[in-house]
């Protein structure tokens, strides 16, 4: 399919986005139940930056075939887009400003001898 051949290359530059756009829109009018149509179109939407559209067509896809791992790993390349531009903290991370929990410190800091 033209819209995964130029999805694929890092370097593809908004025209050539739009035009993998626009050829991923015309696969879907063409085979609406085409999961792996849908999933090309998700994928361009998440390149041109429209990240609530790609996390929307990504679950689409899932829902359609829940058990293939590719789908499920481009869905989760949205969402964690999503939480970036957010600026949300990734489970493990400190919150920003701040140092470890007591708990984490706790965990990390070997126990006291006790007399």
């Known amino acids: 399919m033209l819209a995964w051949k130029i999805l694929r290359e890092r370097a593809a530059s908004a025209e050539e986005l739009a035009l993998a756009e626009r050829a991923a ?33 990504g679950r689409q896809v899932l ?4 058990g293939v791992g590719i789908f499920a790993e481009h869905l989760g390349r949205y969402l964690q887009a999503a939480l970036a531009a957010r600026g949300a ?12 929990s007591r708990c984490a410190r706790r965990r990390r800091d070997p126990p006291r001898a006790s007399r």
């Open 25 to 57: 829109t015309q696969a879907r009018e063409l085979r609406p139940d085409d999961a792996t149509v849908l999933d090309a179109w998700a994928a361009a939407q998440f390149r041109l930056g429209r990240l609530e559209a790609a996390i929307e067509a």
């Open 63 to 66: 829902r359609a075939q829940p």
């Open 89 to 100: 903290v990734a489970l493990g991370d400190a919150p920003r400003g701040r140092s470890r």
